[in-house]
């Protein structure tokens, strides 16, 4: 049984828990030290249970409290080279990860960590670099896609190849467009290494889900440019024009932005 958890998906932190039972993992280290320690002390989780650190990208809100947990609690961190470069240069990670606990990962080779297989893959954003993940345990493949700004065929294999997805669905396309960002802001969301908007989120998922696909996490909703039931109506309709009923295919779900989901146990 693979067990999941997201301690908070948006601009304000990112953090995803993953665990076998036997030993935790997290995916990218955005929210607040104190505020993990609250979430895993509600979940009954012990830091000490969490044996490795995946970053998807070197912005602030997946990364400020990376240097923190790999020093205080000798914690391994896996990035790509240019993801730790970025880490090193970045002011908002004050305590800087112990060069002994920098592990360098390269996109597309699939490498063991503990319990987990996992294949790290090209995701494009304006970021020092980025990767989504797949991971692989006990026969379930969980992918993780996020802050992408367009839709790669190598994130639709990936797509394909998920029982379990957490997809970004960023925008809606009116909202941004009508809101009150300046327009470079506006343009760099919109263009293809910025954010996924929540119609790019559908087609993604209605062209390339398969039969195996149970639940799709919708991650990553701005503030100030989408709205949670609208990311959810919107993939859902452009889902019903290809004839894909969800809650009947497969069920969707939003992360919240600055806020710990329930646990989730995925078989």
């Known amino acids: 049984m693979l067990k999941f958890i997201s301690f908070g998906s948006g601009s304000s932190g990112n953090c995803y828990y993953f665990s076998t039972g036997s030993e935790g993992l997290l995916i990218d280290a955005g929210v607040g030290i104190r505020t993990l320690k609250k979430y895993l002390h509600d979940y009954n989780i012990r830091l ?6 995946l970053i ?23 990035a790509t080279k ?64 996020t802050d992408a700004g367009h839709v790669t065929d190598e994130m639709k294999k990936y797509i394909s190849l998920s029982d379990y997805l957490v997809l970004e669905s960023n925008y809606d396309e009116e909202m941004l467009r009508v809101g009150n960002y300046p327009q470079y802001l ?17 087609e993604a998922l209605a062209n390339n889900a398969t039969e195996k696909l149970k639940k799709v996490w919708l991650c990553h909703l701005s503030e100030e440019n989408n709205h949670p039931v609208l990311a959810q109506k919107t993939v859902e309709q452009v889902l019903r024009s290809y004839g894909i009923v969800a809650g009947k295919d497969f069920q969707i779900e939003i992360l919240k932005r600055k806020s710990a989901s329930e646990l989730f146990e995925l078989v």
């Open 48 to 53: 000490d249970d969490i044996k490795n650190i």
């Open 56 to 78: 998807t990208h070197d912005h602030a809100d997946h990364i400020k409290a990376v240097g923190v947990l790999s020093t205080d609690y000798n914690l391994p961190v896996y």
């Open 82 to 145: 240019e993801v730790h470069n970025g880490i090193l240069r970045n002011y908002c990670v004050h305590k800087k990860i112990p060069s002994a606990n920098a592990r360098v990962i390269e996109k597309d080779v699939r490498i063991r960590i503990g319990d987990f297989q996992i294949t790290p893959f090209t995701v494009p954003h304006d970021s020092s670099d980025n990767v989504g993940y797949c991971i692989e345990t006990d026969g379930l493949v969980f992918c993780l896609m």
């Open 186 to 202: 506006k343009d760099r969301i919109a263009s293809e290494r910025g954010h996924l908007s929540n119609r790019a989120c559908g």
